[in-house]
């Protein structure tokens, strides 16, 4: 019988196919984890750029209230705040003196010396964190948690603040909220005026006078007239029944100091309160600041006074901020209160609604606030939307909200330095605890404020009876909760409004309120790193003639050669402003058919290095170059054009330890991986 053979495979065959199989699959999957990071990246790369998106869209809708500027700021002493001109806003980690022990950072996360804070506070976003004028006119008041006020609630809020714990009110030069810039009128060395005008100043001027000579003390006054001093008098308010007013003043310039080595300027803004002081002294009906015991004031070792720039002088009356329990004042409109501690509602006296300055044309104009501050942390997103309505009939009774992240950072979770998160505030920054669904205040990882009060509404849990809303942190959505059933449709919960100090307990609603409809503002960080903050060309910028490329500070520009250096056909401005855009509104050049520009918009694109010292510029058409011989000047009227949003995202992780400039080392290994976008856009009327 014949043996049928059967074709197949060897044993040795079989396992030489599956070690070829294996290679080809391990190849394969080693492609998928930097395919998995690169979807990961661009996932949340198209998350911040869909950031910026709503920012705009955000910002854009309260266009009229826009801040003047955003800067790089240093608090220099109590009174004094610098705004920074050499930073640039594309360098996102701290500059440090490593040889003066400067780069470390601790096992917690901060800098012990040079930029003294935390490193998410002085690194990446918050590198330029100081809101400059944002404003509008007084709004009409309305009742507030049973008080009458005029509301104003500020964009960027967080903030950053210290208050007094017994009076709730604001220390330094945290929040400042001022009116209008008095108009200038040109001062003399007349004894007992400010102006050789007959009419003298009035009460919306002030004056800056060089006293080159002596001034006597005045008849009848026991405060002298700071003799031989540069000095700013600004006119007094008066009183219904006749009396004076005293006001705490901001004001702002270009000091032009020594250091020893060389003469700079320092952009720095100053409260001066209204009382007698070596720099402060009221004559009549004047108040009078000796502007170099100002700046003596802030006890700058080896720095000399030497001037101010007069053009870069803003003089305003500051709101001066009373308790929250206190009463406004029937006559004097420049009072305010924080309602929210640091949550950035204001309550502005009602009086203000009604009262109107005189502008440098003689018209009546409303009073304006205006408010300067800094943000706590641009990593915080503000979300703002409006309570949606349940729709009977629909089933959707628990109606929910998509929040603009898709992931939020749990306060059990950990930040991009591998610490435990905790929230929001910082460890001991008690000054951002709100309270939870009990009333404790803590540091929370999700508040839902009501723009109506300045309240926290009551939830972000799914098991107390009491929560109005729920959050799914997993997938960034917030679902709404009725606690009160008693209704059929109503969105209903408990709003907590603080109490009179920052120390107080946080009082609810005696009961349930409509929720559905308000307008409120969601505060949370992303499960990633991401920030989103305003950058934007300053409203206005004085043309100055400072002598060296160290000498041009932030809110300045620089028409090129006029003081001796610079290129002809430039328009220096301080490195801080690098990218930003400008309207040019008259530029008298030379060369072919010596045209004038008129209304130009130009990109500040430029930087270059003038004795050592960065500066950014705008560059004139080719063959053009500033011309001063036709009218004296060659440049004027010279606005920001640009509203930049710019998103921030980092992928990346690092770990603190116990080796202070190791971690420091991490840290800026960490920084290196930051990504940003930039959307802009154009608002004529939030830099008029």
């Given at each position: 019988m014949?043996r ?7 044993l ?27 979807l ?12 910026a ?12 209230q ?5 800067a ?7 009174g004094a ?10 360098q996102?980690v ?5 040889g003066?022990g ?28 100081r809101?400059?004028?944002?404003g ?9 948690n049973g ?12 903030l ?11 220390v330094?030069?945290?929040?400042q909220?001022?009116g ?15 102006s ?17 000579g002596?001034?006597?003390t005045?008849?009848?006054?026991t ?8 000095q ?15 006001h ?5 310039g270009?000091f032009?100091?020594n ?18 002081s070596?720099?402060y ?5 004047y108040?009078?600041v000796?502007m ?16 101010v ?5 803003r ?8 308790p ?5 004042s ?5 009072q ?10 204001l ?5 203000g609604a ?24 641009w990593?915080?997103i ?9 729709v009977?009939?629909?089933g ?8 603009l992240?898709n992931a ?8 991009a ?5 905790g ?12 309270p939870n ?10 508040v839902?404020?009501?723009?109506q009060t300045?309240g926290v509404i009551a939830?972000?849990t799914?098991?107390?009876?009491l ?10 959505v917030?679902r709404?909760i009725?606690?009160?059933?008693t ?5 209903t919960?408990r709003?907590?409004?603080?109490g009179?100090t920052?120390l ?15 307008k ?10 991401y ?7 300053a409203?206005?910028?004085?043309v ?6 160290a000498?041009?500070?932030?809110l ?7 003081a ?8 220096y ?23 004038v520009?008129?209304?130009r918009?130009y990109?500040?694109?430029?930087v270059?290095t003038?004795g050592?010292?960065?500066v950014a510029?705008?560059q004139?058409?080719?063959?053009s ?17 640009s ?7 980092n992928p ?5 330890g116990?080796?202070s ?6 840290f ?7 990504r940003?976008t ?10 008029n």
């Open positions: 014949r049928r053979h059967l074709n197949g495979s060897s040795i065959e079989v396992l030489t196919v599956i070690v070829v199989f294996l290679v080809g699959i391990l190849a394969v999957v080693q492609i998928f984890p930097p395919g998995l990071s690169v990961r990246v661009n996932r949340a790369q198209t998350q911040a750029i869909s950031l998106r709503s920012e705009v869209q955000r910002i854009l809708g309260q266009s009229a826009l801040p003047a500027y955003v790089s700021a240093e608090f220099v002493g109590p705040v610098v705004l920074v001109a050499n930073d640039d806003p594309n996102l701290p500059t440090v003196d490593v003066a400067e780069g470390n950072i601790d096992a917690n996360g901060f800098f012990p010396t040079g930029p003294v804070g935390h490193w998410s506070k002085v690194s990446g976003a918050n590198r330029f964190n809101v400059i004028g944002e509008r006119p007084i709004a009409q008041p309305n009742l507030f008080q009458l006020g005029s509301p104003m609630q500020l964009m960027f809020a967080p950053l603040v210290q208050r007094d714990v017994t009076t709730g009110v604001a330094g030069q945290y929040l909220v001022y209008n810039d008095l108009k200038f009128q040109t001062g003399s060395a007349d004894q007992g005026a400010p050789s005008d007959p009419l003298q100043l009035d009460y919306d001027a002030y004056a800056f006078t060089y006293v080159p002596t001034r006597a005045l008849a009848g006054s405060v002298p007239a700071f003799l031989n001093q540069d700013v008098w600004v006119g007094r308010l008066r009183t219904n029944v006749g009396g004076l007013l005293s705490t003043l901001r004001i702002q270009s032009i100091v250091d020893g080595l060389n003469r700079r300027p320092l952009n720095l803004v100053f409260t001066v309160p209204a009382a007698a070596a720099f002294g009221e004559i009549g009906n108040s009078v000796s170099p015991a100002l700046f003596n004031s802030l006890g700058l070792a080896g720095f000399t006074y030497e001037g720039e007069p053009a870069s002088v003089v305003q009356r500051q709101f001066a901020e009373i929250v329990g206190a009463s406004f029937a006559f004097d409109p420049y305010f209160k924080s309602f929210n501690g640091a949550l950035g509602l309550l502005l006296n009602p009086a009604s009262a109107r300055i005189t502008d440098e044309d003689g018209n009546q104009i409303p009073l304006v606030a205006r408010a300067d501050y800094s943000v706590y942390d990593r915080v503000r979300d703002e939307f409006e309570i949606p309505r349940a009977a009939g629909a959707n009774f628990n109606p929910s909200m998509k929040l992240l939020i950072r749990p306060s059990s979770g950990v930040g330095d591998a610490r435990p998160y929230g929001i505030a910082l460890q001991g920054d008690t000054f951002q605890y709100t669904i009990n009333g404790t205040t803590a540091s929370q990882d999700f839902l404020v009501d723009v300045g939830g972000n799914g098991t107390d009876p929560s109005a809303y729920v959050v799914d942190k997993s997938n960034g917030i709404f009725d606690t009160d059933t209704d059929a449709f109503a969105i919960g709003i907590l409004v603080p009179a920052p107080a307990a946080w009082v609810p609603t005696p009961t349930p309120v409509d929720l559905a409809g308000r409120v503002r969601a505060l949370y960080m992303g499960a990633g790193e920030a989103v903050r305003l950058t934007k060309a409203s206005d910028y004085s100055a003639y400072p002598p060296t490329a000498d041009l500070a932030p300045q520009c620089y028409v090129g050669g006029s001796g250096w610079g290129s002809t056909n430039r328009l401005f301080a490195l801080s402003d690098v990218n930003q855009k400008v309207t040019i509104g008259e530029a008298w050049v030379g060369g072919i058919g010596a045209p520009l008129r209304d918009d990109r500040i694109s430029g270059e003038i050592g010292i960065s510029y705008a004139l058409p080719a063959g170059n500033f011309d001063f011989a036709r009218n004296g000047y060659a440049v004027r009227r010279v606005k920001g054009a509203i930049r949003v710019r998103s921030y995202f990346e992780t690092f770990t603190l116990s080796d400039a190791r971690n420091f080392t991490r800026q290994d960490w920084a290196e991986n930051w940003t930039d959307t802009e856009t154009y608002d004529a009327g939030a830099n």
